[in-house]
T-cell receptor, first 112, second 112 residues
C-alpha cells in the first residue's frame, strides 16, 4: 500500500459546525503532516506529527485541532471556521524529511 | 528574501521540446531537494528527488543541483501535453524547525 487516503473528498460546512478530516497511511511512515492550499498558491504547512507527537504547529488558529490516534491515522478537527478557511486540505506522510512526502488526494473544504 | 523562489510562469513550451524549470533557495544548510507536479485541482505528486551536486535522470526528467549557487533545476525532455501542470520545488530547510519548504510553483503549458 503506497497511498495516503483522505476522507471526505469534499466538505461543505457552516461557520457553527464541527467536522473532522481524516487521513490514513499504511506505509509505516513515521511523520505525518497537514497542509492547507489556497488556489494558485503553494501548500502551506499547518502541523507536523513525528512518531505520533506534535512536533510543529505553524501558529495555526485554535479552530483547527489536530489529533494523531496512532501511527497510521491523523485527524484534523474543525470548529467555528471562517469563510476564508475554505481551501484544499492536504495530508502527507514521509519516512523522514529527507525522503519527500506522499500526499493524499486532499479534502476540498468550503465554509459557508 | 523568500526561502525558495521559482518563476511563476506561465512557461509555454512546444510539444517535443525541452522544458526547463528553475528554483533557488536561501538556506545553505539544505540537504534534500524535491520536484512535485500538481495538476489543477489535484494534490502534489513527487516526481524527482536529488541530494548531491550534479544531475539525476529518471526517464524524461533530469534534476540538476548546484549547492554552491543554491540552485536546483528540472529538465523535461520530449515534452508532452500531459506534462502541462504546476511544478513545485521543495527544499528541506532548517529555519527554526526542520521542514520542507515549497516554492510558489511554475505553471508549465505544453503547446501541441
Amino acid at each position: 500500500d503506497t497511498e495516503v487516503t483522505q476522507t471526505p473528498k469534499h466538505l461543505v460546512m457552516g461557520m457553527t459546525n464541527k467536522k473532522s478530516l481524516k487521513c490514513e497511511q499504511h506505509m509505516g511512515h513515521r511523520a505525518m503532516y497537514w497542509y492547507k492550499q489556497k488556489a494558485k498558491k503553494p501548500p502551506e504547512l499547518m502541523f507536523v506529527y513525528s512518531y505520533e507527537k506534535l512536533s510543529i504547529n505553524e501558529s495555526v488558529p485554535s479552530r483547527f485541532s489536530p489529533e494523531c490516534p496512532n501511527s497510521s491515522l491523523l485527524n484534523l478537527h474543525l470548529h467555528a471556521l471562517q469563510p476564508e478557511d475554505s481551501a484544499l486540505y492536504l495530508c502527507a506522510s514521509s519516512r523522514g524529511q529527507d525522503y519527500g512526502y506522499t500526499f493524499g488526494s486532499g479534502t476540498r473544504l468550503t465554509v459557508v | 528574501q523568500k526561502e525558495v523562489e521559482q518563476n511563476s510562469g506561465p512557461l509555454s513550451v512546444p510539444e517535443g521540446a525541452i522544458a526547463s524549470l528553475n528554483c533557488t533557495y536561501s538556506d545553505r544548510g539544505s540537504q534534500s531537494f524535491f520536484w512535485y507536479r500538481q495538476y489543477s485541482g489535484k494534490s502534489p505528486e513527487l516526481i524527482m528527488s536529488i541530494y548531491s551536486n550534479g544531475d539525476k535522470e529518471d526517464g524524461r526528467f533530469t534534476a540538476q543541483l548546484n549547492k554552491a549557487s543554491q540552485y536546483v533545476s528540472l529538465l523535461i525532455r520530449d515534452s508532452q501535453p500531459s506534462d502541462s501542470a504546476t511544478y513545485l520545488c521543495a527544499v528541506n530547510t532548517y529555519f527554526g524547525n526542520e521542514k520542507l519548504t515549497f516554492g510558489t510553483g511554475t505553471r508549465l503549458t505544453i503547446i501541441p
